[in-house]
């Protein structure tokens, strides 16, 4: 079992920055693949970036690559995401998510990750 914590979200201006954090705690969660998703009202859920469990391996949406940045800190127990460049479409709640991945890759479906926390707000204000 994995505990998942959001932190970092809030309001902030059109080409602003925002860093989301999520701590992990719980058996083995340093041995996790890490992702964000993100979602939109009336839309449904989407990968946003996600990092294996050694750092060594990161995968980014379209929509965000060059401007956010996944990271991951083990000693913590910690998973960052550095925003930047933000705009409107960027405004949705932000999930952290955990799950195991054969060969150390990153996975982008929901479905395939088994621990979930509970989001945290961003919005953008243009």
């Known amino acids: 079992q994995v505990q998942l914590v959001e932190s970092g979200g809030g309001l902030v201006q059109a080409g602003g920055s925002l860093r989301l954090s999520c701590a992990a705690s719980?058996?083995?969660?340093?041995?996790?693949?890490m992702a964000w998703f993100r979602q939109a009202p009336g839309k449904e859920r989407e990968f946003v970036s996600g990092?294996?469990?050694?750092?060594?391996?990161?995968h980014y949406a379209d929509s965000v690559k060059g401007r956010f940045t996944i990271s991951r800190d083990n000693a913590k127990n910690t998973v960052y995401l550095q925003m930047n460049s933000l705009n409107s479409e960027d405004t949705a709640v932000y999930y952290c998510?955990?799950?195991?991945?054969?060969?150390?890759?990153?996975?982008?479906?929901?479905?395939?990750?088994?621990?979930w926390g509970q989001g945290t707000q961003v919005t953008v204000s243009s």
């Open positions: 998510a955990a799950g195991r991945f054969l060969g150390g890759v990153v996975g982008a479906t929901t479905h395939a990750y088994n621990y």
């Open positions: 719980g058996r083995d969660s340093s041995t996790y693949t």
């Open positions: 990092v294996n469990w050694s750092g060594a391996t990161t």
